[in-house]
């Protein structure tokens, strides 16, 4: 399979500034099917601002995002439309109890997954007595750690096409990091998922993504491969993902919108 097409994500000329502070400068980056990248740098390295330009939950001052070669569509209003198989956890912000609303702190764990059972999703990765309390929780009585891992278990089961993740494992102790890992790899590896950690860590992102790029003052600074070898992408999901969508130019796209920032 051609370099072509596997490419599912493309940046150039990308530029972000803040409060009059550059603090994203991209010529250019590719992405492609199957592959896990690992996004790597020390803290106001760029890494969220990253993130955020490649799901579209915000948008840069200049330059094109391009995800299937076709740039994010937008609303009347200027807003951008996520793709739907675009899957964006951000960890450390979710895990901040002290900036929830009061609607969210009282949101049941278990309305959380609405397609799947939120039992046989959580006990992969708590123990049954940790599963059933975490279950019957609101998420405002949860620690940062057990958020964190409900915040990614759902944003794994939501099948995406592409799942960016800020701040890997940032809450999580050494068996909850292992038990994520392993099923990171294997939706990459049974299902083609293109899969983009940003961690500081540098040793944990290399033990198992394939690409990994280094972050400096906004810059990318070099790009090298990890020890983990592209899953084989699986052929089935997409053809059927191209057959429902024959026209590149319509991908699927999320109901709500993100004003662009």
Known sequence: ???????????????????????????????????????????????????????????????????DYNPFKKSFFGSTLIPKDVTHVNIDKA?????FTEKNSNTAVRSLFKKSNATQVLSKYFSNLSTDKIVNASLGTLTRGERSAVELSTGIESDPRVLIVDDYALYFDNKMESKFRKKLININKDHGTTIILASPNEHLLRSFCSVLIYLDNGHISKIRTGSHKPGSFNRQRSQGYKKNNSNKSKPRYKGKNVKSK
């Not at 250019?28 to 890494?47: A, E």
């Not at 895990?95 to 900036?99: D, I, K, V, Y």
């Open 1 to 67: 399979m051609s370099k072509k097409t596997t490419l599912i994500l493309e940046l150039k000329k990308i530029q972000r500034v803040v409060r009059n502070t550059p603090v994203l400068d991209i010529r250019h980056l590719k992405f492609h099917k199957g592959t896990v990248y690992g996004i790597v740098g020390p803290v106001g390295s760029g890494k969220s601002s990253l993130l955020n330009i490649l799901s579209g939950s915000s948008k840069p001052n200049s330059g094109s995002i391009l995800y």
């Open 95 to 99: 895990s901040f109890l002290e900036n």
